[in-house]
């Protein structure tokens, strides 16, 4: 793999981990009730765009032939 091909797969791997624990952070009812409603919403907003990240990264990948 070429180098940047190495760091695209890294960034997924690393945005894709993080988000699967913040969704699993905002899942649990007493952990995310134990913060206020502000952060509450910036964390769903931040799953969002991290989502669309991990979309945009797995169609990067698509086109290199990288695995997903």
């Given amino acids: 793999m ?5 760091r ?3 960034l997924h791997s690393r945005n894709s981990n993080h988000l699967r624990n913040l969704r699993a952070f905002a899942a649990d009812a007493d952990r ?9 919403q ?7 765009h ?12 698509k086109l290199h032939n990288i695995p997903v």
Avoid: C, N, T, Y
């Fill in 42 to 48: 910036l964390i769903h907003e931040q799953i969002e």
């Fill in 32 to 40: 995310i009730a134990a913060i206020s409603r502000e952060e509450r």
């Fill in 2 to 6: 070429k180098p940047f091909e190495l």
């Fill in 8 to 10: 695209l797969a890294e």
């Fill in 50 to 61: 991290m989502s669309r990240l991990d979309a945009v990264l797995e169609q990067r990948m």
